[in-house]
């Protein structure tokens, strides 16, 4: 079964500091990867995904992420924190040899962003 | 349209209550979720509707019922809950039921049961 692991349930960072959100994934296939963000109260957002093609990818709010296979990773990165980037943060696989969407979140991490 | 719609937004209920969820989209997709999500957890699949038929069940308790009437519509009657059963309620839908495709998620029902 597949699992993700996000390093770190709390992230802080000072605003206009670089944010970078760590991911990894368990399986000799590469899934696909999602990033979401979560706003208090809110449902879920998509912030990006990576099915096929280039490895880096660049999603809304000026936030991007890097598959690389050799380190079972799908890091997130923004270069310069703002303080409406503060929220909740998961990572999602969905395993391409089952048929049908199935998302496998992370225990996410938590981002604050301080003035 | 680009939005999954939920109401109500806020829910309380005795145990012995009968009540309903309900979750609309109206962008055409084929496939619609519902998620259970705890404070300060990721969400947790419960059912999938695939062309409005069910296509996942998660071995969750019969107290909760989910019925897909049309391909815009999922609702989840719920019956006889448990106070651990108070959490954040999410409805999502994607365009196919395909392992590449987004889920767009609708805000939620926060339901408190007493």
């Known amino acids: 079964a597949q699992s993700v692991t996000q390093l770190g349930s709390h992230v802080s960072v000072s605003e206009g500091a670089l944010v970078l959100l760590r991911c990894n994934y368990s399986s000799s296939v590469p899934p696909y990867l999602f990033w979401y963000v979560q706003y208090p109260n809110q449902g879920l957002q998509l912030l990006l995904k990576?099915?096929?093609?280039?490895?880096l990818v660049k999603g809304i709010n000026g936030f991007e992420a890097e598959f690389k296979k050799s380190e079972t990773s799908f890091h997130l990165t923004k270069p310069s924190a703002h303080m409406s980037d503060a929220a909740e943060y998961f990572c999602a696989v969905s395993d391409k040899e089952t048929s049908g969407s199935r998302l496998t979140f992370g225990e996410g991490t938590q981002l604050t962003v301080n003035p | 349209d680009t939005e999954v719609t939920q109401t109500p937004k806020h829910l309380v209920m005795g145990m012995t209550n009968k009540k309903s969820l309900k979750c609309e989209q109206h962008?055409?997709?084929?496939?619609m979720y519902w998620y259970k999500q705890k404070a300060k957890k990721p969400p947790e699949l419960m059912f999938v509707?695939?062309?409005?038929?069910?296509?996942i069940n998660e071995s969750v308790p019969s107290r909760f019922s989910p019925e897909c009437p049309n391909s815009s519509l999922l609702n989840l009657h719920l019956h006889a809950l448990q106070p651990e059963d108070s959490a954040l309620y999410l409805c999502?839908?994607?365009?196919?039921?395909?392992?590449?495709?987004?889920?767009?998620f609708g805000p939620g029902t926060r339901l408190t049961v007493l």
């Open positions: 999502a839908s994607s365009p196919r039921w395909w392992n590449g495709d987004e889920q767009f």
């Open positions: 962008m055409g997709h084929r496939a």
């Open positions: 990576y099915t096929t093609g280039a490895t």
């Open positions: 509707y695939s062309y409005e038929k069910l296509s």
